[in-house]
């Protein structure tokens, strides 16, 4: 790496892929549900989801009110409204994100949801 | 919210996501049609999720000459050509973002675009 | 253009998009095959465009070690293992980015693989 570069904080960096990686006071990260919570319907998974989002926003000393934009992928387009429920009251009214909800499939069959964000530190 | 965070300029915030969000001059914005161009076709939704989309970046005082990124989900990929000559005719050759498009559903079934887009403020 | 913007760096802009822009340090691109890969498996289309993305990194003075978050959107979800491999052997461990994998359709029907990237300038 150059000596100038500035310093990407990369969190829970694995062999493959990071959990989150911070680059200019902006934060990147996708959410998806808990191992544990794999069998739960799309209520359960998203609000498991947006709980694993939390806490990684509690990380990087920031918090769902400073989130910029989220990009949601649901394989079955007919979790949209089951998930909206969860995601309308976890959000904070006037403190909302660009969203952006698309019909895709995930790479584990037992996903029904992964929540790719765009975040501000505080 | 910290004291020393920066400001997050949210446009037409609602109850669960803000039409758009700017941090750190960049704008973050996702465009679809208007509820009004909901039985046009590709051509037209595009056109009207475009106009959508010049109308936003001249409220934040910008033009689409500063686009950095586009993301492109069609439901229909057989509506790829019509969709990128109104495209073509819109942007402004020479000052063109990266762009994706990729197959995936849309959550309103009226929708045959939505376009995620990253630009720069002036 | 207003007076103050800050420049936007475009890498070969075309009549419709830019292979890749640099906004504010932050590089833009998305990486497909090259044409003469099109007929190749998921192993050789996903090497194709992974040694097209070396090659803009470091046009633009960066390397993999660099990037921040990275969206795979493959066509075929059982490419998903044969990818990760590739993946794997040519990623740096412990400077990874953030990942999400979308399987959602491609506009070249030949196309296996495409990805979207954010990365940091060196």
Redesign the interface.
């Known amino acids: 790496?150059?000596g100038?570069?500035?310093t990407?904080q990369?969190i829970d960096?694995?062999?493959?892929?990071?959990?989150?990686?911070i680059?200019?006071?902006?934060l990147?990260?996708?959410s998806v549900t808990a191992d544990a919570a794999l069998n739960e319907d799309i209520t359960g998974q998203t609000r498991n989801a947006l709980a694993a989002m939390d806490a990684m926003l509690a990380r990087c000393?920031t918090?769902k009110?400073?989130l910029?934009?989220?990009?949601i992928?649901l394989p079955d387009?007919a979790d949209?409204a089951a998930m909206?429920e969860v995601?309308?009251n976890w959000?904070g009214?006037?403190?909302?994100?660009?969203?952006?909800?698309?019909?895709?499939?995930?790479?584990n069959p037992h996903y029904k949801i992964?929540i790719?964000i765009?975040a501000?530190?505080?």
């Open positions: 790496m150059k100038n570069a500035t990407l990369r960096a694995g062999a493959c892929m990071s959990d989150a990686v680059h200019h006071q902006t990147y990260y996708t000393n918090d009110r400073r910029v934009d989220a990009t992928f387009a949209f909206n995601w309308d959000v009214a006037g403190s909302v994100p660009v969203r952006c909800t698309v019909q895709g499939g995930l790479m992964e790719e765009v501000a530190l505080s």
